[in-house]
């Protein structure tokens, strides 16, 4: 299976779980916090330190793309960012990670504002 395939795939998979897991936590949790959310980014957090360990203890990367790529980052892409951040930390670059999170955090959350500011200027 091609690595594109896999992605597809993966992702197809890592969307409809994190749809699901979303309608069990407001059902089971209530709409008052985005429990989903916050659900499937630890556990894609947790698994995605997982598959890294594993795939690496097996020397076997074929099914990163499936795995990290597609079902996670269908899944959640705050596993990616989670593993990025780590990587850098365990690497010795305890400043370009702490900038990096604290960059990462605030550039996503003003680009959604002046994403929503754009879409009402152009809508309204």
Do not use: C
């Not at 969307?15 to 309608?23: D, E, P």
């Not at 892409?77 to 605030?106: C, I, P």
């Amino acid at each position: 299976m091609t690595p594109l395939l896999q992605v597809a795939l993966g992702g197809a998979l890592g969307a409809s779980g994190r749809y699901l897991t979303g309608l069990w936590a407001a059902r089971l949790l209530g709409k008052d916090f985005p429990w989903g959310t916050l659900i499937v980014n630890v556990a894609g957090s947790f698994a995605m330190g997982v598959i890294v360990v594993v795939l690496l203890h097996l020397t076997d990367n074929r099914y990163a793309p499936l795995l990290m790529t597609g079902v996670l980052g269908g899944f959640t892409t705050f596993s990616a960012f989670s593993l990025d951040a780590v990587t850098l930390y365990e690497r010795g670059a305890v400043a370009v990670a702490a900038g990096y999170v604290l960059a990462s955090v605030v550039l996503s959350i003003g680009a959604l504002f002046a994403g929503l500011l754009f879409a009402r200027s152009i809508v309204t």
